[in-house]
């Protein structure tokens, strides 16, 4: 089964940070592309990031340039989004999915994981 | 930021065909990028309805449908059920952003 599970979430304080992970498996991971998309609380989707298969092109949404990294370990199968100098405007639900392409779309979602950014 | 717009909602009795309009521009549906469309139902996480302008994944019934024309995709949803009440997204990559963007959203209300 094609999967991905999302982890770190959690109360941070502005300024503060937070690393969130994803797990993948029955796919080859290596292969394909993965984002981060994230949906405030009673938003739409934002996309945030995106990183391809071999780590070579790493894309950041403006919002979070600057403050936000992504980046992957093929060898675990693990993806990441680090996020430092957090904002009460980060606080959302975030999902990590898999990009096979940009002709395919994200076919493969996680749960999604929530932070919220609160003093 | 969203660049491409859609209608915050659309309604239909079941049976009937909605549509759902993705208004986009030239650094994106314009620029001839695939459109893909996601189903989001309350509480889950988002899921590929429509791939490629008009492909649809193993599994989406052929209900739900996808066109794109010059700068602008649409999504219909024939035969509407009371399941297929759910926001839905389009989505296309811009050359602004080195990245995807997605639409607004449209809430899709079964009478």
């Known amino acids: 089964e094609v999967k991905l599970v999302e982890s770190g979430g959690g109360l941070v304080k502005p300024g503060g940070s937070l690393r969130l992970s994803c797990v993948a498996s029955g796919f080859r991971f290596s292969s394909d592309r993965m984002d981060w998309v994230r949906q405030a609380p009673g938003k739409g989707l934002e996309w945030v990031a995106s990183i391809s298969g071999g780590s070579t092109y790493r894309h950041h949404a403006d919002s979070v340039q600057g403050r936000f990294t992504v980046s992957r370990d093929n060898a675990k199968n693990l993806f990441y989004l680090q996020m430092n100098d957090l904002r009460a405007e980060d606080t959302a639900v975030y999902y990590c999915a898999r990009v096979k392409g940009a002709f395919y779309g994200m076919d493969v979602w996680g749960q999604g994981t929530t932070v919220i950014v609160s003093s | 930021q969203s660049v491409l717009t859609q209608p915050p909602s659309v309604s239909g009795a079941p049976g009937e065909t909605v549509t759902i309009s993705c208004a986009g521009s030239?650094?994106?549906?314009?620029?001839?990028?695939?459109v893909h469309w996601y189903q989001q139902l309350p509480g889950a996480a988002p899921k590929l309805l429509i791939f490629a302008d008009t492909n649809r994944p193993s599994g989406v019934p052929d209900r739900f449908s996808g066109s794109k024309s010059g700068a602008s995709a649409s999504l219909a949803i024939a035969g509407l059920q009371a399941d297929d009440e759910a926001d839905y997204y389009c989505?296309?990559?811009?050359?602004?952003?080195?990245?995807?963007?997605f639409g607004t959203g449209t809430k899709v209300t079964v009478l």
């Open positions: 989505q296309c990559h811009d050359t602004g952003l080195s990245g995807f963007v």
């Open positions: 030239g650094s994106n549906i314009g620029a001839n990028y695939d």
